[in-house]
């Protein structure tokens, strides 16, 4: 072989294997095309080694020549190799599109429980009135529970609190322990620690011993509510347990103080409202009578501040406590107590 065969030969072969490269449409054509021409037994390798057989002195035309070819062939492999490669990714990612309009899996979320928001609507209703909200004890001394309330150990009406004492003593007296049976023990630890002006509401659990009924559960929240100062009359109490009234169950609530005792306070009021649904004309909720009894109240008994350390001829106050899973129960027509406390998500999720 002269060397001008082998070179044109060669020019030949790269006409070919690139006019070949330009029509292959995918990665296994390109990879046959490779070892056809590329490989260790390839056209253009076996071309390169018969090269040998032109002697020494003629070989250089035809070695410039297959140098090109080699290096033209490889570096067009190396183009179309990426841009096939592309057309793959591309391809693939067509296929493997997500839809991104189908509606996506809902979400669960949780909800406040009942009681909760019945607890931060009748706290903040309060806040616009500027009460502050504190906390207390749920195991409590027999001290702030009845004794500094004016009810002392034989108290007839330590009935009206069935208690659940705690097998404990405190630790500083060995004094009995009880679960609180309403939130008023605060009113004692909160004015022994302030000074007059004093008004808060104390949001919190209370426990009594006691058959559960659909309106008596043995555990059960209050919100108890304390404002003491020089020159508070039971028209303040009157005002702001109005307010509080129209605040949560509409502008239109009519509100009446009948009597009522409560050993802590003198004179003890029980404070109604007209019926939100019938308006007062009698139906299921008001049990036909047109009001309903929403919370006990009262002018703090001058004891209870004597007790605490407050001249009780420089200030008066009033007190006030009411059930939230009552109030709960009223707004949302529940009708047994005891679903609040079920854990049956059945009840829950409908807040
Ligand atoms: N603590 C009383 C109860 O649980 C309610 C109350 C509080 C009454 C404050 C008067 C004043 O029944």
Not at 302 to 318: C, Q
Request: some cysteine; hydrophobic content about 40%.
């Amino acid at each position: 072989m002269t060397t001008k065969d082998a070179t044109s030969n060669l020019r030949e072969l790269q006409a070919q294997a690139m006019s070949e490269l330009g029509a292959l449409r995918d990665l296994s054509h390109l990879e046959e095309w490779r070892v056809s021409y590329l490989g260790r037994k390839g056209k253009l390798t076996q071309t390169l080694r018969s090269l040998g057989e032109i002697p020494p002195e003629q070989r250089r035309e035809a070695g410039m020549a297959g140098n090109e070819a080699k290096q033209a062939l490889e570096i067009a492999y190396g183009l179309r190799l990426k841009e096939l490669e592309e057309a793959a990714l591309a391809a693939k990612l067509q296929q493997e599109r997500l839809d991104i309009t189908l509606p996506g899996w809902p979400v669960l979320s949780g909800s406040l429980h009942p009681t909760t928001s019945i607890v931060r609507e009748v706290c903040a209703a309060f806040a616009t009135m500027g009460f502050q909200v504190v906390e207390g004890p749920e195991v409590e001394l027999d001290g702030y529970n009845f004794e500094k309330l004016n009810i002392p150990k034989d108290h007839p009406a330590r009935d009206m609190w069935n208690t659940l004492w705690v097998d404990h003593t405190d630790a500083n007296g060995g004094r009995p322990m009880l679960l609180r049976t309403h939130t008023s023990p605060m009113q004692a630890r909160i004015m022994e620690k302030t000074k007059p002006p004093v008004r808060v509401v104390v949001p919190g659990k209370c426990y009594r011993y006691e058959a559960t009924d659909a309106t008596h559960e043995w555990h059960f929240t209050q919100v108890e509510g304390l404002a003491v100062d020089k020159g508070i009359t039971l028209a303040d109490l009157k005002g702001t347990l109005y307010e509080f009234a129209r605040i949560l169950f509409g502008q239109d609530r009519k509100v009446r103080f009948r009597c009522d005792y409560f050993p802590f306070v003198e004179p003890g009021a029980e404070m109604s409202m007209d019926c939100f649904l019938c308006e007062g004309k009698g139906c299921r909720v008001c049990k036909h009578t047109g009001w309903i009894e929403i919370l006990g109240a009262g002018m703090v008994h001058p004891k209870v501040l004597e007790g605490v350390g407050y001249d009780s001829n420089t200030y008066t106050g009033f007190a006030f406590g009411m059930g939230m899973e009552r109030m709960a129960m009223l707004k949302h027509g529940i009708e047994d107590i005891r679903l609040f406390y079920a854990n049956d998500l059945r009840f829950l999720k409908q807040f």
